[in-house]
């Protein structure tokens, strides 16, 4: 049976946006800002204060919408959501229920069942019994986050495992960031994922019982959560038992996951059309403002770079959705684009190696530097070994490369006989090795290369010293008998 | 009409506390009045569309800009309980 | 009583616009009167005027219903479970007066949260009809109606969501205008029924109504999402006579319920209309005698959640003997709420939960439109629509306190309009004796109109005030 049983995965996405004010006043939003000092009437829910949308989080909500294919609604409504809890201040939060601003639409081959917009509860943490209000148990709540515009997106269940989920994730996160429209930060909390896992007799139509595991703060955590939960879900079904609905918590510490609202009563959120607010009627120029603001996506860059420039996918993909990188490499090919694959490798390795993860727009490094660099690889003017070396001057003083080797000397040998007198003079300072080779120990060739390029200071290239060491002992080079 | 462990139910969604007098008191008073708001159930409304809002405003938006926010000696100033700075209330997780 | 007490807020503000009469001096006289009233019409009266505003408005002083949040100065909305809340904040509405020059006088009794009809729903205790002080002023803004009437203040903030300003001004024998729902910003107001809450002047005649009007409409307000620009000024009324204009009278608003003495003073007014000029045909609103219906599931409904966030957290009252979250909220809610509050909620949570939302709230929203329909059919061929403001003359103290319905009978004639958003204007038209009673009582005429028409309503009423010529001065002695 265990084979039998195929995971069905949904997720449910919340997206703080990049907006300067809240979604219903003009608080500015912080993060880390002292308790309580980033509030108003109107997001304390103080008595008469009425909400106002913000117009920016309804634009940033239709670029989100524009970019996950999805339909933008001609008219949208907000509800009200009730409930009382201390982090929500007027005991209903307003979010959109029926109506919402967007709905379909699709990302790597998972649809979007809807997008909308709402607002963020508040902070409440938890300090136990500090004693100084009748010793019980207190909770303490700061204003500040409470009102942040969110984004709630919602996938069909479309993902069928928890490395699935994982990616799906990386790739919508990045695509926001290239929108500008969140931080995306999951330690923040600017991007939180709820996962919906049931699991289902593979090729069945029928879906199982579905869970609801809540805030994995990490790609890791939500890979992992996920995966726990399928085999907790695995482990119930095997033995004959039933999935219970219920929303659960993942402690990534433990790997347990616990059930997080056993004891309360099932929920009834009485929704009904927030009074206070008129609808959304998204006109034509509101669109054209998302259409013009909308920059390449990810997905597509990377598809470009495969298509137009014959990136491998893998490269393609890591340059696209590092729009940092992506932007460096577009730069370096208008300096030089005669070496579209190799500038890209030299980006996306070399680079990225030697900045430890630093944006290199704010490096020392200039894309055509970089671009010079690479040229001069190609056109072995320079060796990799040197080229190296060069980059590291470029990283950690800058300059141009061109002056660099020169100051230095890298200049590739391309005096063959020079080069051959230097290999002589090493072979026959080292019999034992030439003799090894001979014999047909190809290893011990190295012991003979080391010399040469140290004597070389690199500038020879490897494969030409090879071929050269082969001639001095009167072999047949590799590339010869190919 | 209602019984009282309706009224339980609801008073619990409304986060009233209602004593079994209360209760009681309560379930006849609503299932007077809900008497005469279920004229409403008599009416032919096949075809009529809801109206939420009798204004006919759409997108009553507000440009992205900072507005001062209070200080916190007045946010603070009127709460029950005040801890470091924040509303201390009893932990929803006791 | 004071000279200066004798004139109009209109004739006050001319005077202090003429340099004839110092505003201050005009202040401490409604000051002094308003601080030894008799009828617990007041929650709050100030110790002294503030600065001068030189305005329109002429530096007339202003009551405030309770409800309207004044910055530093106690804002209840008439409940125990706000108590001693001081907002940091000032509602536009009250703000855009002040700037025209109507300093904040006093803060009026209430129903609590606009909850009623009599204002013996106020945990600050009922208000006396300065008319029979055994009688109820009406509600919910029933203390700022008996001020103005027993004239402790020249001019009063209303609220009305079901009637809240027209029924008490008809009780006490004066003037309230509800507009146009979105002409007067509700930023400031505590809610009620967010889609119904109005704003509006109750005021001795209409020229002084018109005149604090003219000042609290204009641009549309940016902090409240449903506040619409007024098209054009509010003239001060002039007409003399009601020549031209088409009145319709619904047979569904005049009929069974209504006293038989205010049905008498009623159809007086109407003779006196004719003479005037007026027209005056019977209408049609065949869904007029469901909107209490209606009004009873989307106000409880809307009012549920808007007094939600009273949960002991951040402002108000808080049970003190609750240790864990849940009896935080419940007891805070059952200590700080009045009965009838307590009744409204629970009515509304019932109507929007599971799987009552499609025929209670769903519904009343679909009766809220055929309402509307009524109105705008008529308005094809009337002008304004008559009706009396209320079915009967002020009752005693307790009189419907024990049967909820009763109570809610009172807003018969006037939900009808706050269903539609159309602005409807009570002026005195008349005494008439109480069932079984001898003392008479004012009666009320309603006049309702399109949305915006509050030019004409106010012009209408001031021919009719003029021919009626209404004398409630005995009470302001
Ligand atoms: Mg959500
Ligand atoms: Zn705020």
Request: contains cysteine.
């Given at each position: 049976?265990?084979?039998?049983?195929?995971?069905?995965?949904?997720?449910?996405?919340?997206?703080?946006?990049?907006?300067?004010?809240?979604?219903?006043?003009?608080?500015?939003?912080?993060?880390?800002?002292?308790?309580?000092?980033?509030?108003?009437?109107?997001?304390?829910?103080?008595?008469?204060?009425?909400?106002?949308?913000?117009?920016?989080?309804?634009?940033?909500?239709?670029?989100?919408?524009?970019a996950?294919?999805?339909?933008?609604?001609?008219?949208?409504?907000?509800?009200?959501?009730?409930?009382?809890?201390?982090?929500?201040?007027?005991?209903?939060?307003?979010?959109?229920?029926?109506?919402?601003?967007?709905?379909?639409?699709?990302?790597?081959?998972?649809?979007?069942?809807?997008?909308?917009?709402?607002?963020?509860?508040?902070?409440?943490?938890?300090?136990?019994?500090?004693?100084?209000?009748?010793?019980?148990?207190?909770?303490?709540?700061?204003?500040?986050?409470?009102?942040?515009?969110?984004?709630?997106?919602?996938?069909?269940?479309?993902?069928?495992?928890?490395?699935?989920?994982?990616?799906?994730?990386e790739l919508?996160r990045v695509t926001l960031r290239v929108l500008g429209?969140?931080?995306v930060?999951?330690?923040?909390?600017?991007?939180?994922?709820?996962?919906?896992?049931?699991?289902?007799?593979?090729?069945?139509?029928?879906?199982?019982?579905?869970?609801?595991?809540?805030?994995?703060?990490?790609?890791?955590?939500?890979?992992?959560?996920?995966?726990?939960?399928?085999?907790?879900?695995?482990?119930?079904?095997?033995?004959?038992?039933?999935?219970?609905?219920?929303?659960?918590?993942?402690?990534?510490?433990?790997?347990?996951?616990?059930?997080?609202?056993?004891?309360?009563?099932?929920?009834?959120?009485?929704?009904?059309?927030?009074?206070?607010?008129?609808?959304?009627?998204?006109?034509?120029?509101?669109?054209?403002?998302?259409?013009?603001a909308m920059p390449e996506l990810p997905a597509a860059r990377a598809e470009r770079f495969e298509r137009e420039l014959g990136l491998g996918a893998e490269r393609a993909r890591q340059l696209a959705f590092r729009a940092e990188l992506g932007d460096f490499y577009e730069r370096a090919l208008a300096a030089d684009a005669a070496h579209p694959r190799r500038l890209a490798d030299w980006v996306g390795g070399e680079l990225v190696g030697a900045l430890a993860d630093e944006d290199p727009a704010a490096s020392t490094v200039s894309p055509a530097a970089l671009a010079a660099l690479v040229a001069m690889v190609a056109e072995r003017t320079l060796t990799v070994t040197a080229a190296r070396e060069v980059l590291g001057v470029l990283v950690a003083d800058g300059g141009d490369p061109g002056q660099i080797v020169a100051a230095r000397g890298l200049e590739a040998?391309d005096?063959?006989?020079?080069?051959?007198?230097?290999?002589?003079?090493?072979?026959?300072?080292?019999?034992?090795?030439?003799?090894?080779?001979?014999?047909?120990?190809?290893?011990?060739?190295?012991?003979?290369?080391?010399?040469?390029?140290?004597?070389?200071r690199g500038r020879a290239d490897g494969a030409?010293?090879?071929?050269?060491?082969?001639?001095?002992?009167?072999?047949?080079?590799?590339?010869?008998?190919? | 009409?209602?019984?009282?462990?309706?009224?339980?139910?609801?008073?619990?969604?409304?986060?009233?506390?209602?004593?079994?007098?209360?209760?009681?008191?309560?379930?006849?008073?609503?299932?007077?009045?809900?008497?005469?708001?279920?004229?409403?159930?008599?009416?032919?409304?096949?075809?009529?569309?809801?109206?939420?809002?009798?204004?006919?405003?759409?997108?009553?938006?507000?440009?992205?800009?900072?507005?001062?926010?209070?200080?916190?000696?007045?946010?603070?100033?009127?709460?029950?309980?005040?801890?470091?700075?924040?509303?201390?209330?009893?932990?929803?997780?006791? | 009583?004071?000279?200066?007490?004798?004139?109009?807020?209109?004739?006050?503000?001319?005077?202090?616009?003429?340099?004839?009469?110092?505003?201050?001096?005009?202040?401490?006289?409604?000051?002094?009167?308003?601080?030894?009233?008799?009828?617990?019409?007041?929650?709050?009266?100030?110790?002294?005027?503030?600065?001068?505003?030189?305005?329109?408005?002429?530096?007339?002083?202003?009551?405030?219903?309770?409800?309207?949040?004044?910055?530093?100065?106690?804002?209840?909305?008439?409940?125990?479970?706000?108590?001693?809340?001081?907002?940091?904040?000032?509602?536009?509405?009250?703000?855009?007066?002040?700037?025209?020059?109507?300093?904040?006088?006093?803060?009026?009794?209430?129903?609590?949260?606009?909850?009623?009809?009599?204002?013996?729903?106020?945990?600050?205790?009922?208000?006396?009809?300065?008319?029979?002080?055994?009688?109820?002023?009406?509600?919910?803004?029933?203390?700022?109606?008996?001020?103005?009437?027993?004239?402790?203040?020249?001019?009063?903030?209303?609220?009305?969501?079901?009637?809240?300003?027209?029924?008490?001004?008809?009780?006490?024998?004066?003037?309230?205008?509800?507009?146009?729902?979105?002409?007067?910003?509700?930023?400031?107001?505590?809610?009620?029924?967010?889609?119904?809450?109005?704003?509006?002047?109750?005021?001795?005649?209409?020229?002084?109504?018109?005149?604090?009007?003219?000042?609290?409409?204009?641009?549309?307000?940016?902090?409240?999402?449903?506040?619409?620009?007024?098209?054009?000024?509010?003239?001060?009324?002039?007409?003399?006579?009601?020549?031209?204009?088409?009145?319709?009278?619904?047979?569904?608003?005049?009929?069974?319920?209504?006293?038989?003495?205010?049905?008498?003073?009623?159809?007086?007014?109407?003779?006196?209309?004719?003479?005037?000029?007026?027209?005056?045909?019977?209408?049609?609103?065949?869904?007029?005698?469901?909107?209490?219906?209606?009004?009873?599931?989307?106000?409880?409904?809307?009012?549920?959640?808007?007094?939600?966030?009273?949960?002991?957290?951040?402002?108000?009252?808080?049970?003190?003997?609750?240790?864990?979250?849940?009896?935080?909220?419940?007891?805070?809610?059952?200590?700080?709420?009045?009965?009838?509050?307590?009744?409204?909620?629970?009515?509304?949570?019932?109507?929007?939960?599971?799987?009552?939302?499609?025929?209670?709230?769903?519904?009343?929203?679909?009766?809220?439109?055929?309402?509307?329909?009524?109105?705008?059919?008529?308005?094809?061929?009337?002008?304004?629509?008559?009706?009396?403001?209320?079915?009967?003359?002020?009752?005693?103290?307790?009189?419907?306190?024990?049967?909820?319905?009763?109570?809610?009978?009172?807003?018969?004639?006037?939900?009808?309009?706050?269903?539609?958003?159309?602005?409807?204007?009570?002026?005195?038209?008349?005494?008439?004796?109480?069932?079984?009673?001898?003392?008479?009582?004012?009666?009320?005429?309603?006049?309702?109109?399109?949305?915006?028409?509050?030019?004409?309503?106010?012009?209408?009423?001031?021919?009719?005030?003029?021919?009626?010529?209404?004398?409630?001065?005995?009470?302001?002695?």
């Open positions: 049976m265990s084979s039998a049983l195929e995971p069905v995965i949904g997720l449910e996405i919340h997206v703080q946006l990049a907006t300067a004010t809240k979604l219903f006043c003009g608080c500015e939003l912080s993060f880390g800002a002292p308790a309580n000092t980033h509030t108003c009437a109107v997001c304390l829910g103080l008595p008469g204060a009425l909400p106002v949308v913000n117009a920016r989080a309804i634009h940033f909500g239709l670029m989100i919408g524009m996950l294919g999805c339909e933008i609604a001609p008219r949208s409504i907000f509800h009200r959501k009730n409930y009382f809890y201390p982090d929500l201040p007027k005991g209903y939060q307003i979010s959109q229920y029926d109506e919402p601003l967007c709905r379909g639409g699709e990302l790597a081959g998972v649809r979007i069942h809807r997008v909308h917009l709402e607002e963020d509860a508040a902070k409440l943490v938890h300090i136990g019994a500090s004693g100084r209000i009748h010793g019980s148990e207190q909770s303490l709540v700061d204003f500040n986050r409470g009102g942040t515009p969110l984004v709630e997106i919602v996938t069909e269940p479309d993902v069928h495992s928890p490395a699935q989920a994982r990616e799906w994730l919508l429209v969140s931080d930060n999951m330690d923040e909390g600017s991007l939180r994922a709820d996962a919906n896992v049931s699991l289902r007799a593979a090729g069945s139509e029928q879906l199982g019982t579905k869970t609801e595991l809540k805030n994995m703060n990490s790609f890791r955590f939500l890979e992992r959560g996920v995966a726990a939960e399928i085999e907790r879900q695995r482990a119930i079904l095997e033995a004959g038992e039933e999935v219970v609905q219920e929303t659960l918590h993942f402690d990534p510490s433990s790997g347990a996951i616990s059930s997080l609202r056993s004891k309360e009563e099932a929920h009834d959120y009485r929704y009904f059309p927030e009074p206070d607010l008129v609808p959304i009627a998204t006109t034509e120029a509101m669109l054209d403002a998302a259409r013009t040998i005096d063959e006989a020079g080069l051959a007198a230097i290999v002589a003079r090493v072979v026959a300072g080292d019999p034992q090795a030439a003799e090894q080779v001979r014999a047909g120990n190809a290893k011990a060739i190295g012991a003979l290369i080391g010399p040469v390029m140290r004597e070389t030409e010293v090879t071929r050269l060491i082969h001639a001095a002992l009167g072999l047949q080079s590799a590339d010869d008998q190919a | 009409m209602i019984g009282r462990d309706e009224v339980r139910h609801v008073a619990r969604l409304a986060r009233l506390e209602l004593s079994d007098e209360e209760v009681d008191r309560m379930a006849v008073e609503l299932a007077g009045v809900l008497e005469h708001i279920s004229t409403i159930g008599e009416l032919d409304l096949d075809g009529v569309a809801p109206t939420s809002h009798v204004v006919a405003v759409e997108n009553a938006l507000r440009p992205d800009e900072p507005r001062p926010s209070l200080a916190r000696e007045r946010v603070l100033a009127g709460a029950p309980a005040v801890v470091d700075d924040g509303f201390a209330v009893p932990s929803p997780q006791a | 009583m004071s000279e200066l007490v004798r004139l109009s807020a209109a004739q006050a503000a001319a005077a202090v616009g003429a340099g004839e009469l110092d505003p201050l001096a005009l202040f401490e006289a409604y000051r002094a009167r308003a601080a030894a009233d008799q009828l617990n019409a007041f929650t709050w009266v100030a110790e002294g005027a503030p600065a001068p505003v030189a305005g329109p408005l002429g530096g007339v002083p202003l009551a405030v219903k309770d409800l309207f949040c004044t910055e530093g100065v106690p804002s209840q909305s008439g409940s125990r479970i706000l108590e001693g809340y001081r907002p940091p904040y000032t509602a536009t509405v009250v703000e855009r007066l002040a700037r025209a020059g109507a300093p904040l006088l006093a803060k009026t009794n209430q129903d609590e949260f606009a909850m009623g009809s009599s204002t013996e729903n106020s945990a600050f205790g009922p208000v006396r009809n300065p008319w029979d002080h055994g009688r109820v002023p009406g509600g919910s803004s029933g203390g700022s109606a008996a001020a103005v009437a027993a004239g402790l203040a020249p001019w009063a903030l209303g609220t009305d969501t079901g009637g809240s300003i027209r029924q008490p001004a008809a009780l006490c024998g004066i003037v309230g205008l509800k507009p146009t729902y979105g002409a007067v910003s509700r930023y400031g107001m505590i809610a009620f029924a967010s889609s119904l809450d109005q704003a509006g002047p109750l005021a001795r005649d209409v020229t002084d109504a018109a005149l604090l009007y003219s000042q609290m409409v204009g641009e549309r307000d940016p902090c409240d999402s449903t506040s619409l620009t007024f098209p054009g000024p509010i003239e001060l009324p002039q007409r003399a006579d009601l020549r031209g204009l088409r009145l319709g009278v619904p047979a569904e608003l005049t009929g069974e319920g209504i006293e038989p003495g205010v049905l008498e003073v009623f159809e007086a007014a109407i003779q006196l209309a004719r003479s005037l000029g007026a027209t005056v045909e019977p209408c049609a609103l065949p869904h007029a005698p469901h909107a209490l219906a209606a009004y009873y599931v989307l106000a409880p409904a809307e009012a549920s959640s808007n007094l939600a966030r009273f949960d002991g957290v951040r402002y108000g009252y808080r049970a003190s003997d609750a240790d864990d979250l849940l009896a935080m909220y419940t007891r805070t809610r059952h200590d700080g709420f009045g009965a009838e509050v307590k009744r409204r909620i629970m009515l509304g949570t019932y109507a929007l939960s599971s799987g009552y939302y499609d025929a209670y709230y769903g519904r009343a929203q679909r009766v809220r439109t055929k309402i509307a329909e009524d109105f705008a059919a008529a308005f094809e061929r009337f002008d304004f629509i008559v009706t009396p403001t209320a079915p009967g003359v002020a009752f005693e103290f307790g009189a419907k306190t024990a049967d909820p319905f009763a109570m809610y009978l009172n807003d018969f004639c006037t939900v009808p309009m706050s269903l539609a958003g159309i602005p409807a204007i009570s002026i005195p038209c008349g005494l008439a004796p109480p069932p079984g009673g001898e003392r008479p009582l004012p009666v009320g005429l309603q006049l309702a109109g399109p949305p915006f028409s509050e030019n004409g309503l106010l012009a209408a009423s001031f021919a009719l005030e003029a021919a009626l010529a209404f004398d409630g001065s005995a009470v302001r002695a």
